[in-house]
């Protein structure tokens, strides 16, 4: 059975951090690729991080050197640093495999000014 819980989202200034969790079943955590998406109000989900077995990583380039994709494959979890946040980072984020499977639920975050 698939399954992903995110947490650790809430409300931040700008300038502010989060630290996204998320807890996976082992169907999915399996998976060479975990990942974070975000769905910001209106746009499409895209892709922010992913992150190889071997702790490999890749970021959408709005998120480069701000962002910290990491995971603890003996919890089945993976996690997102973000730090330097901003107003447009506000969104629904998710964690899933990439390519996705069925989705989770979510965890908001949101980023005033």
């Known amino acids: 059975q698939v399954q992903l819980v995110e947490s650790g989202g809430g409300l931040v200034q700008a300038g502010g951090s989060l630290r996204l969790s998320c807890a996976a079943s082992?169907?999915?955590?399996?998976?060479?690729?975990m990942a974070w998406y975000r769905q910001a109000p209106g746009k499409q989900r895209e892709l922010v991080a992913v992150?190889?077995?071997?702790?490999?990583?890749n970021y959408a380039e709005a998120v480069k050197g701000r962002f910290t994709i990491s995971r603890d494959n003996a919890k089945n979890t993976v996690y997102l640093q973000m730090n330097s946040l901003k107003t447009e980072d506000t969104g629904v984020y998710y964690c899933?495999?990439?390519?996705?499977?069925?989705w989770g639920q979510g965890t908001q975050v949101t980023v005033s000014s």
């Open positions: 082992r169907s999915i955590f399996s998976s060479t690729w």
């Open positions: 992150s190889a077995s071997d702790g490999t990583a």
């Open positions: 899933n495999a990439w390519p996705p499977r069925p």
